[in-house]
């Protein structure tokens, strides 16, 4: 069976430039990157801010090349691929609901934009499939002709989930779709998504800071830290039982409305990851809580048990 | 204990909308109270009224406004001033947009000090560095000498926090202080918001639109919708026994980790937050409400739960939703 991602060993660095142009030094966002992911299945991706987790996106989606490695989507590398095969296959659904639509345009027209580019459907086709997308997303007939300043942050994101659909592609990736919306409009988009995903049988890449969110939706999911996968485990393994102490820090830092609990201490510290410069031995070692002197040394090897991966040395003696 | 600070009956309102409708609350030494809210709620607007810092095009009325017996309704801007950043400070959600690029974090804190208690510039990047190091951020020599893009949003919120006590102030007005941090960086400065609350004596009014920030770091919740307090109490009470329609839909839609059942839809409100016009009458929260009747197109009136909890609905605080629709 043909994965409906796969990526292989993908690297990814941006050239970070002085004032006067000069090469100053190299950020390292995506840092050897492997993975698989089976047609029907959910991928959420977890990390804090500059972690990578949205380049490895872009590299997915193909507006980005790799430095090196190779992303395959259904089999095929998109690099080969012209860009409205492309299109038919993946689509983006982004955060910024307020960015990612054109403010001059009217809903239907948004909508309809990746069927007209595609060019083979008629105006009279083209306006069915619009209409039966919007009403699956939840957007009223009415809606159709405003534009997206007459609409709600949730109504957006139903309307760009709309334009990633509308062509039928196979897999969507979302990145933090649901992060500049309000709580109760967060949980009707997570809802919407999860109903498409088992009506249609798509295949989502979702991307967000906030595991609470992920658990909802994901089949399986990934720990980003600089670059890498620190942990990737089926979604309730994964909760049940963190095994790298990033993951449990994340998990810790999550804050539920219990009141006697009050403020965890996840006990990271004071050091910021930075991708200019990782760290020698693990790449988590300044920060860990559990650190031992090989961390400092010792570059963890990809430990693969149970149907899980963990980067982590102390994961290799349990 | 007297309130160090006491709102009553606040309305806020702009040429196309009403932003606050009627919110009361009140602040006591060394208590946390929370004001939670989605966005347009008025939450931020009822905490610029209290600076005085609302935009030109909004009308502001109140009963009163006050800080211990100073009515702040009163005050010249002259005395807000002064009042400003001294007795009464505040930190935004997202510090670049606070902070000036152009200038030093030094020169950002002691300017504080140099303004309100005239201190020399000596005399205040002491002050500046002593507050540093107290917010957990080292080498706070060289830290001054920065410019606030050369720190990473952590610090710079830290800077924010050190630079709001510069002058040590009594009230201290946190508008979603970490909303725009990573979540492990945000339980970092919660934890030494909430530290130094209890050090100093400091009445922390906290805004933010997160329910679990509120149930770890607040004594009191008041919990807005379009404009109003829809219900407030002790926040064991609001999160053990929440009777408002809305305070109910909102805890429901908070993913708690594993709590999860695979399949499971997380719960929901449905539609939005509604605009508020002229004239708008009754209940904000009406059109989203699965409990809405007639009746509730009428001004509802604020119900006492006991045990000093309210909240504005007309339904009795044991309500239970029907189970056939």
Redesign the interface.
């Given at each position: 069976m043909t994965h409906a991602i796969e990526v292989r060993n993908v690297y990814r660095e941006f050239q970070q430039r002085s004032a006067a142009g000069r090469v100053r030094s190299a950020v390292h966002a995506v840092d050897g990157v492997t993975f698989s992911l089976a047609a029907g299945n959910v991928l959420g991706i977890v990390g804090?801010?500059g972690c990578g987790k949205s380049t490895l996106a872009r590299l997915i989606l193909g507006l980005l090349p790799p430095s090196s490695g190779e992303a395959l989507v259904d089999g095929r590398s998109l690099a080969h691929m012209d860009r409205r095969e492309r299109a038919r296959l993946i689509q983006p659904v982004f955060q910024d609901p307020f960015a990612s639509l054109n403010p001059r345009q009217r809903v239907r027209d948004i909508v309809g934009l990746p069927l007209a580019s595609q060019g083979d459907l008629t105006k009279r086709q083209q306006t069915d499939r619009i209409m039966e997308m919007l009403a699956r997303v939840g957007i009223s007939t009415e809606m159709a002709d405003r534009f997206p300043g007459q609409l709600?942050?949730?109504?957006r994101q139903r309307v760009a989930i709309a334009r990633a659909l509308v062509l039928h592609p196979r897999i969507v990736v979302c990145d933090e779709p649901t992060s500049a919306l309000?709580?109760?409009?967060?949980?009707?988009i997570?809802?919407l998504l999860?109903d498409l995903r088992r009506e249609l049988g798509l295949t989502y890449l979702f991307i967000s800071?906030?595991?609470?969110?992920v658990?909802?939706i994901a089949t399986e999911v990934a720990v980003m830290y600089l670059g890498r996968f620190v942990e990737h485990a089926p979604t309730?393994d994964l909760?049940?039982r963190p095994m790298h102490p990033y993951t449990q820090?994340?998990?810790?830092?999550?804050?539920?409305?219990?009141?006697?609990?009050?403020?965890?201490?996840?006990g990271?510290g004071?050091a910021?990851p930075d991708p200019t410069d990782i760290p020698l031995g693990c790449r988590f070692h300044p920060r860990c809580p559990k650190a031992l002197s090989e961390c400092r040394t010792l570059v963890p090897d990809n430990i693969r048990k149970d149907g899980r991966l963990v980067e982590c040395l102390l994961a290799a003696s349990t | 204990m007297a309130p160090v600070l006491s709102i009553a009956n606040l309305r806020v309102s702009f040429p196309r909308m009403e932003a606050v409708r009627g919110v009361s609350l009140t602040l006591r030494g060394g208590e946390t109270h929370c004001l939670v809210g989605e966005s347009g709620c008025g939450k931020s607007i009822s905490a610029l009224s209290v600076m005085n810092l609302l935009p030109r095009s909004a009308v502001r009325s109140a009963d009163h406004i006050r800080f211990h017996e100073h009515d702040l309704l009163a005050m010249s801007e002259r005395q807000m001033a002064w009042l400003r950043g001294d007795k009464i400070a505040m930190i935004f959600q997202e510090p670049m947009t606070s902070l000036n690029p152009a200038y030093t974090i030094g020169s950002q804190m002691a300017e504080v000090l140099e303004r309100h208690r005239r201190a020399s510039r000596r005399q205040a990047l002491d002050r500046a560095a002593e507050l540093l190091a107290r917010v957990g951020i080292t080498a706070p020599g060289m830290r001054l000498a920065q410019y606030p893009h050369q720190l990473s949003g952590g610090l710079r919120q830290r800077m924010m926090i050190a630079t709001a006590l510069m002058c040590d102030p009594e009230v201290l007005i946190a508008d979603e202080p970490t909303t725009a941090l990573d979540v492990t960086v945000q339980s970092q400065v919660l934890r030494l918001l909430r530290k130094l609350q209890q050090e100093m004596g400091l009445a922390l009014l906290l805004i933010t639109h997160d329910f679990g920030i509120v149930a770890r770091m607040a004594e009191h919740v008041s919990v807005m919708y379009a404009g109003e307090v829809v219900e407030s109490g002790p926040v064991e009470q609001i999160i053990k026994a929440p009777t408002h329609p809305y305070t109910r839909g909102l805890l429901n839609c908070i993913p708690v980790p594993g709590m999860t059942k695979p399949g499971e839809p997380l719960g929901s409100i449905p539609g939005g937050v509604p605009h508020i016009g002229r004239g708008f009458l009754g209940c904000g929260f009406r059109e989203r409400c699965p409990m809405a009747a007639r009746e509730c197109a009428e001004p509802v009136h604020l119900h006492d739960a006991g045990e000093d909890h309210f909240y504005r609905c007309r339904l009795p605080p044991d309500w239970k939703l029907d189970a056939s629709p």
């Open positions: 804090e801010s709600s942050g949730g109504q309000d709580v109760s409009v967060q949980a009707q997570l809802n999860s800071h906030n595991l609470a969110v658990e909802h309730q909760f049940r820090a994340l998990l810790a830092s999550v804050l539920t409305p219990e009141p006697a609990l009050g403020i965890p201490d996840v990271l004071d910021y | -």
